[in-house]
């Protein structure tokens, strides 16, 4: 099956964002509890660079592919999981990047640099870490998973976020979030 990409953020609507969500059907990693315990040997970088013993993953697809496989223990342990296998992960700072945002009928989606959308909301919150004069910000994507705001698209949501008044919060799927470490 051949990969289409979804469009570009600006020229989708909330519901097509929406259904663009739906139609990428994970696997239910939390139902799997497999005995089989080993390391996987893979390193998710600060930048988002995934590596294998030490060699670059160069294929968006596997990098999807295994993405969709990520949890993150209460411990703040990461696994790759599947039915009859936990492998550890280490993840150098956030899961994924978010590489674009766009403020859509009032709510926030973001990409990120697997091509998932996501809605910030209450399941998908947004946090900021780190002090004023250099914050970093994070969106929960899933199962303990964040993504970390790059540059462009931390200055894309300060953006939005002056355009609404000057508290530096945004708002979407009705919650509030600061972008101001506390």
């Known amino acids: 099956m051949v990969y289409t990409p979804p469009p570009e953020l600006a020229g989708m609507s909330l519901a097509e964002i929406a259904e663009a969500v739906a139609e ?12 089989n315990v080993d390391e996987s040997h893979m390193v998710i970088r600060t930048d ?3 590596l294998h013993d030490g060699s670059e993953i160069t294929r ?10 990520l949890n993150r223990e209460e411990d703040g342990s990461y696994w790759l999981v599947v039915p009859y296998q936990k492998l550890s992960i280490e993840v150098e700072d956030a899961c994924f990047i978010a590489t674009d945002v766009s403020q859509v009928d009032g709510d926030l989606a973001f990409r990120l640099n697997t091509d998932e959308l ?11 870490e780190g002090d ?15 993504a970390r705001l ?5 200055q894309q949501l300060a953006q939005i976020a002056l355009a609404e008044g000057d508290d530096w919060t945004v708002t979407s799927g009705g919650e509030t979030y600061s972008l101001l470490p506390a």
């Not at 990428?24 to 005995?35: A, H, I, K, N, Y």
Request: net charge positive; aromatic share 8%; glycine share 8%.
């Open 118 to 128: 996501v809605v910030a909301g209450p399941d998908n919150a947004i946090r900021a």
């Open 150 to 154: 790059n540059r462009s698209t931390y």
């Open 132 to 146: 004023p004069q250099a914050p970093a910000l994070y969106i929960h994507i899933r199962r303990g998973c964040e």
């Open 24 to 35: 990428r059907r994970l696997p239910p990693v939390e139902q799997w509890s497999p005995e």
């Open 48 to 50: 988002g660079t995934w």
């Open 60 to 69: 968006p697809a596997m990098v999807r592919a295994f993405s969709g496989l």
